[in-house]
């Protein structure tokens, strides 16, 4: 695997490839890669002739109260995981890379609607920062596909809109949600839980999980969302969201036939902030 810093060999040995013909898949990362990043590589791979995966922790998509100096920086960890997955490319680009008159002074990317809801209404600016990074790198990979993670559904739902919006050539492919044996989504935040918050945590997805036996039994969905809330609550997390919402636009259900519906929780847990989601199709 060959591993890049800077523009010019990164689009260097993509013009190679494409020279020959090679298809180019993209999985961007902000590092700290775990089995549910690898999933993604693997996805890629079987998609694609050529896989890029990025690692580059984005600084406009932190808020002052979050968790930007303290996320995990561990390349050289990532970089034997990319490479064992069959990556091809490692981009790990500088800051001034990506926002060369730095981060304060960037073009800012904002997907209006989408982005006003749920994780946007609870992390301002979270969503401009990650529009615009990865706005950022697709320019300059310029893939035929990338990849994400359902786990981050609204930032899957913003990409797609993103792309749409703007006529990018890209195919954005959804890798499913990868779980550890008692149902709690992979994340990198969660290894900061202490070992009995950690025994909690598979509780958002049972939550999840009665939430659409609650709807299949015929409940309101307003209901199941207050259900929902009151059962996390119990548990001793500090719910921001429970909430069942249309898939695609992330609006609210009109109880339309053949209407998709997601179910989507954000809690905090001690002093770490989990998200799950579940569809309900």
């Known amino acids: 695997m060959q591993t890049v810093q800077d523009a010019a060999a990164l689009r260097a040995t993509i013009r190679g490839w494409r020279s020959q013909g090679q298809?180019?898949?993209?999985?961007?990362?902000?590092?700290?890669?775990?089995?549910?990043?690898?999933?993604?590589?693997?996805?890629?791979?079987?998609?694609?002739?050529?896989?890029?995966a990025s690692?580059?922790?984005?600084?406009?998509?932190?808020?002052?109260?979050?968790?930007?100096e303290r996320y995990p920086r561990t390349l050289a960890q990532d970089s034997a995981a990319l490479s064992e997955q069959g990556c091809d490319l490692l981009f790990a680009p500088e800051v001034a890379t990506l926002y060369p008159f730095g981060p304060a002074n960037s073009v800012l990317l904002r997907v209006p609607q989408i982005t006003t809801m749920?994780?946007?209404?609870?992390?301002?600016?979270?969503?401009?920062?990650?529009?615009?990074?990865?706005?950022?790198l697709f320019n300059l990979v310029q893939p035929d596909l990338a990849v994400f993670g359902q786990?981050?559904?609204?930032?899957?739902?913003?990409?797609?809109r993103m792309v749409r919006d703007l006529s990018l050539p890209i195919k954005v492919v959804s890798?499913?949600?990868?779980?550890?044996?008692?149902?709690?989504?992979?994340?990198?935040?969660?290894?900061?839980?202490?070992?009995?918050?950690?025994?909690?945590?598979?509780y958002i997805h049972s939550?999840?999980?009665?939430?659409?036996?609650?709807?299949?039994?015929?409940?309101?969905?307003?209901?199941?969302?207050?259900?929902?809330?009151?059962?996390?609550v119990r548990a001793g997390f500090a719910p921001d969201y429970a909430?069942?919402?249309?898939?695609?636009?992330?609006?609210?259900?009109t109880?339309?036939?053949?209407?998709?519906?997601?179910?989507?929780?954000?809690?905090?847990?001690?002093?770490?902030?989990?998200?799950?989601?579940?569809?309900?199709?």
Not at 176 to 198: H, K, T, V
Not at 207 to 224: F, I, K, N, P, S
Request: hydrophobic share 45%; glycine share 8%.
């Open 118 to 136: 749920l994780e946007g209404a609870h992390r301002p600016g979270h969503f401009d920062g990650m529009a615009t990074v990865v706005c950022k």
């Open 23 to 52: 298809t180019v898949g993209f999985v961007p990362t902000m590092g700290n890669l775990h089995a549910g990043h690898q999933s993604l590589i693997r996805l890629a791979r079987a998609r694609a002739d050529k896989v890029v």
């Open 151 to 160: 786990k981050d559904f609204q930032q899957l739902k913003v990409i797609e």
């Open 175 to 202: 890798a499913p949600i990868m779980r550890a044996d008692d149902g709690l989504a992979l994340s990198s935040r969660n290894q900061y839980l202490s070992p009995e918050e950690r025994s909690r945590a598979p």
């Open 207 to 232: 939550t999840l999980l009665q939430m659409r036996e609650l709807l299949d039994a015929g409940h309101a969905w307003q209901a199941v969302e207050q259900a929902a809330h009151a059962r996390l």
């Open 55 to 68: 690692v580059f922790v984005n600084p406009t998509q932190f808020g002052p109260n979050e968790d930007f």
């Open 255 to 281: 109880g339309q036939a053949g209407e998709r519906l997601v179910a989507l929780v954000a809690a905090r847990l001690g002093s770490t902030r989990l998200i799950d989601n579940l569809l309900l199709d």
């Open 243 to 253: 909430v069942i919402r249309c898939a695609d636009q992330l609006t609210e259900p």
